[in-house]
């Protein structure tokens, strides 16, 4: 089971932290993804993060998202700075064989 938190109406240039509560599997061990989705369009990723700590980002991050884990806390977060309202959208979080039901992040003035 995956279950974000953390969105909400931020103003253009604020920032949120998103976080992912994992159960059920081995947390560990897993590669885990965030991923983000508008209406209309295909979900797409925003980050990643392998089991040892690596890391990727889509392009549109730009050193603004910070990906990573606590795997003591079976926790995955997104740090989220200088968000633009492009960035708006309902964020999954994903292990790479489900999805959590998502968050909804709105930046707006």
């Known amino acids: 089971q995956l279950v974000e938190s953390g969105g909400g109406l931020v103003q253009p240039g604020g920032s949120l932290r998103l976080s992912c509560a994992a159960s059920?599997?081995?947390?560990?061990?897993?590669?885990m993804g965030w991923y983000r989705q508008v209406p209309g369009k295909e979900r797409e990723l925003v980050a990643a993060?392998?089991?040892?700590?690596?890391?990727t980002y889509g392009y549109f991050v730009r050193g603004r998202f910070t990906i990573s884990r606590d795997n003591a806390k079976n926790t995955l977060y997104l740090q989220m700075n200088s968000l633009k309202p492009d960035d708006t959208a309902v964020y999954y979080c994903?292990?790479?064989?489900?999805w959590g039901q998502g968050t909804q992040v709105t930046v707006s003035s």
């Open positions: 994903s292990d790479g064989r489900g």
């Open positions: 059920g599997f081995m947390f560990s061990s897993s590669a």
């Open positions: 993060i392998t089991s040892g700590g690596d890391t």
